[in-house]
Structure formats: C-alpha cells, structure tokens
C-alpha cells in the first residue's frame, strides 16, 4: 500500500509563511506527479499546485508568485513553501500524487489526510 502524510499545517499571521511537507510512504514503483489541494469552508477543491517526476510545476493563477512546490524524488516528499498568505489561503491542504504501486504495478490517485492552514490575525 501507499501512504501520503503531510505535516506543516498551522495558525500564521497575514503576510506570513508556512511550509507544507508531503511524504509517500509503502510499495511505491514511481511517483508521476504530485500535488497540494485546498478546500475551505463551503467551496470546491481546486488544484493549488502541482509538480511532475521531471520537475515541471503548475500552479493556481491566486497562489502565483507567493508559493512555491517543489519535491525531493530521492525521499518522495513535496512540499509547498507559502509566502504572503492571505486569509483567504486559509484552508484544508491535501496532499494528492499519482503513483504506480511496485506491488500490482497499478497507477492511482493517493490522497493524504489533510493538514489545516489557518490566516488570522
């Protein structure tokens, strides 16, 4: 099985920064692509940002310029670096990649459990 845990969530002041960690774990074969999520309250999922295995990146139109992904292949780990946030970044960050298991060599979306990014001042 496969595994994605996040860490890094928390309560930061506007302007301020987090950093957000993702770690796959379990019979892993290759990691296409992995990405970050957020939901907040009474809104829709969207895509926050998103990087391939060769380091292409992708990001939400509201989060350019302010956050940043990047990943560690070697540790299958992504994180997202968030400067500048804003109340309205506030949300549930997920940790989304899709991975091929080495042990039915099957390609599918993982989901992390979630990590709360809180802005208030």
């Known amino acids: 099985q496969v595994q994605l845990v996040e860490s890094g969530g928390g309560l930061v002041q506007p302007g301020g920064s987090l950093r957000l960690s993702c770690a796959a774990s379990g019979s892993i074969r290759r990691i296409n692509v992995m990405g970050w999520y957020r939901q907040a309250p009474g809104k829709e999922r969207e895509l926050v940002a998103s990087i391939t295995r060769a380091g292409s990146t992708n990001y939400a139109d509201s989060v350019k310029g302010r956050f940043t992904i990047s990943g560690d292949n070697a540790k299958n780990t992504v994180f997202l670096q968030m400067n500048s946030l804003k109340p309205e970044d506030a949300a549930v960050y997920s940790c989304?990649?899709?991975?091929?298991?080495?042990?039915?060599?099957?390609?599918?979306?993982?989901w992390g459990q979630g990590t709360q990014v809180t802005v208030s001042s």
């Open positions: 989304n990649g899709l991975i091929q298991d080495n042990t039915y060599l099957q390609t599918r979306t993982y």
